[in-house]
C-alpha cells in the first residue's frame, strides 16, 4: 500500500468504498471528475467514492491525516453518527483537492473540513433535526474565524502525543 | 452596487470579466458550475468568469477582499494573465463560503485556486513566473501559508489604524 492515509488515535472505522486491493491507476482528471460527482449527491456516490480511494491507494501525491483525537473525533468508532462514512469522503475529497490544485504534498484539514460542511449541510436539508455536535462546534470555529488558528493547535498537540514519551 | 467584492489599497486592476452592471440573478449551482468549468480552463473573458464576477458582485452571501498589499501582491505588477489570476483567487474565495454556509473572505481557498490556475498557464510557458506567488507556494510547501497570511493580515489591519 502506497498508503499515505494516516489515521491517529484508535479506530475501527470501516471505509466499505475503499477496494484498496484495486489494480487501476487512477487519472488526477478521473479523480476531479469524482470529486465534483461526489459532491454533487454525496448521499449516492458508491463509484465515485470508489474512485476516490483508489486515488488515495495509488497515489504518492497526496497526504492525509485523520486526527480522531482532534478536529475529526466525529468519526470515532465510539461515536453512533449516521453518515459517518460520507462524511469522512468528504474530508477526503476536499483535502486531496487542496493538495491537486496546489501540487504540495501536504495534508490540508481546513480544506477537508470545509467540504465536511458542505456535505454536512447537503445531508442536512434531507434531516434537519440530524446534528453531529463536534462538526456544529467546528463551523461556530469557523464562523468566528478562528478554525484556522484551531487547527493549527491541534496539530502541534497531535505532534506531541505522538512524541516518544520519556 | 451590492459591492461584496472588495479592493484594498487603491488598485490598477482590470477585471475584463465583469460586467458588473448586469442584473441577472445567479444560483450557486450555477456559479458552482462556472467556478468548474472556469479552474479547467482559465480564461478571461469568458462567460464562466464573468458568471463568477457577477454572481460575487451581487450575491450578500460571500464577501471577498482582493488586498494588494497581503494575498494579491502578485496582482500589482504587470506579469500577465492578472485577470486569470485575479478570477481565481475570487474562485477559489467564494467556493469556501458556498461550502461553509458562512460569510466571510477566505484568501487561504483563493489562493489555493490561483496556485491552481498558475500551474496550468505555466505548462504553456514555463519560463512565464511570478516570484511573489512562487512566494507563497514556497510557504504553502513549508506549512506556514495560513499563518503567513493571519500575521500580514494583521499587518495591514495596524498600518490602516495607523493612518486613520
Sequence with gaps: MKGFLVFAGALAITVAAVALAAETQVSEESVRSAIESFLQNPAAAAESELTIAQFMEKNDAVHIFIDLNGYCSWLRADKEYDHKTTLMIAFTTGNIRSQLDSGVCRDDPYSGLLTVFRVYRHLKKANPEWTIPEIENLLELHRQGKLMEHLAKEKSRAAEEKKPQN | ?164
Design chain 2, 1 to 164: 452596487m451590492r459591492g461584496i467584492l472588495g479592493f484594498a489599497v487603491v488598485a490598477a486592476v482590470v477585471v475584463t470579466a465583469g460586467a458588473l452592471a448586469a442584473e441577472t440573478q445567479i444560483s450557486e449551482e450555477a456559479v458552482r458550475s462556472a467556478i468548474e468549468t472556469f479552474l479547467q480552463n482559465p480564461t478571461v473573458p469568458s462567460e464562466s468568469a464573468r458568471t463568477i464576477a457577477l454572481f460575487t458582485e451581487e450575491s450578500d452571501a460571500v464577501h471577498v477582499i482582493v488586498n494588494l498589499d497581503v494575498s494579491c501582491t502578485y496582482l500589482r505588477e504587470k506579469y500577465g494573465h492578472t485577470g486569470e489570476l485575479m478570477m481565481a483567487f475570487v474562485a477559489g474565495n467564494i467556493r469556501s463560503q458556498l461550502d461553509s454556509g458562512i460569510y466571510g473572505d477566505d484568501p487561504y481557498s483563493g489562493l489555493l485556486a490561483v496556485f491552481r490556475v498558475y500551474r496550468h498557464l505555466k505548462k504553456a510557458n514555463t519560463d512565464w513566473t511570478i516570484p511573489e506567488v512562487e512566494t507563497l507556494l514556497d510557504l504553502h510547501r513549508q506549512g506556514k501559508l495560513a499563518e503567513h497570511l493571519a500575521k500580514e493580515k494583521e499587518r495591514f489591519a495596524k498600518e490602516r489604524k495607523q493612518e486613520d
